[in-house]
């Protein structure tokens, strides 16, 4: 099976709980059609860099999938359909990122500078 990672963007006057059940309902479509989600990481609400469908925010969420091609055809057409996702992206890759993604370190790291920083003042 091939790996992929699919990442879409849900509008921003969603609350997390239905952001949390997007990412439920496209694990529930992979698995029903014989794929596996490996990793599943919501990188929060983040501001975009032009409107979108008249948003300036959108909750991001990231979704590591090991599944034959037909899966994330299925997975796309479903998103596709939903009104609350604004955009989305399929990527094949050679292997799944071990640990947290790029996105998840770099929320950590400018955790950690703020507190370094109010611990100075």
Do not use: C
Request: no cysteine.
């Amino acid at each position: 099976m091939a790996l992929y990672e699919h990442i879409f963007l849900a509008r921003q006057d969603l609350s997390q709980a239905q952001v949390d059940a997007l990412a439920a309902t496209a694990t529930e479509i992979v698995e029903a059609n014989e794929g596996k989600v490996t990793k599943t990481e919501t990188w929060g609400l983040k501001s975009l860099a032009y409107k979108i469908d008249r948003n300036r925010k959108a909750h991001f969420v990231m979704l590591n999938i090991d599944a034959p091609g037909s899966v994330v055809e299925e997975l796309e057409r479903q998103t596709r359909i939903n009104e609350d996702v604004i955009r989305y992206m399929t990527i094949r890759v050679e292997e799944h990122e071990e640990g947290p993604s790029v996105m998840m370190r770099k929320n950590e790291r400018d955790r950690k500078r703020r507190s370094d920083r109010e611990e100075r003042d």
